[in-house]
């Protein structure tokens, strides 16, 4: 297909490309996630007898590597599919490198093309963000309407003293 719908991440290639992001990004959290319980919270753990956070990072840092480079080659820039909208597994690359760098700090600065990304994606200007800066979103009506309050809203014998 063509048009809008390639736009949008409908063909096959950049439905597979999608997915081959997301299968590195599985790797790489999981190697987090596995290194992170090893090394911080196994007090029985016969590697270490404390969390030895440059110990993990290094590790990490061995594994995300070579994750790092194969997401920077599925990459087109700033985002996966190349200079179009941000598709879902932009998000999710997002979310992971923001993980990422919260455990190990700088982990892709090396990347020029992570470091775009994340700097494009932080600075899309996204319909929900825009959204979020407006009246409408200040008044809560998403949620809840902030007035009347929820207690005016209850019958008044559950409004008022204790509720049993």
């Excluded at 599925?74 to 490198?97: K, R």
């Excluded at 700090?105 to 929900?128: C, N, Q, R, T, V």
Aim: with cysteine; glycine share 4%; net charge negative.
């Amino acid at each position: 297909s063509s048009g809008i719908n390639a736009e949008y991440g409908d063909d096959a290639a950049n439905q597979e490309k999608c997915e081959q992001v997301e299968k590195i990004l599985f790797s790489v959290m999981n190697t987090m996630v596995y290194l992170i319980n090893k090394i911080c919270f196994a007090p029985n753990s016969t590697e270490c007898n404390n969390f030895d956070v440059e110990y993990a990072r290094t590790r990490f840092m061995a594994k995300f590597q070579p994750k790092a480079k194969a997401i920077e080659d599925l990459l087109d820039g700033p985002f996966i599919m190349g200079d179009t909208l941000p598709v879902y597994a932009d998000y999710l690359l997002y979310a992971c490198l923001y993980d990422i760098n919260v455990f190990c700090p700088g982990a892709y600065d090396k990347s020029a093309k992570l470091s775009e990304f994340m700097d494009k994606f932080y600075h899309y200007p996204s319909p929900i963000r825009r959204w979020f800066r407006t009246n409408e979103a200040k008044t809560g009506e998403y949620i809840r309407p902030p007035v009347p309050h929820i207690m005016e809203l209850l019958p008044e014998e559950l409004g008022q003293g204790d509720i049993h």
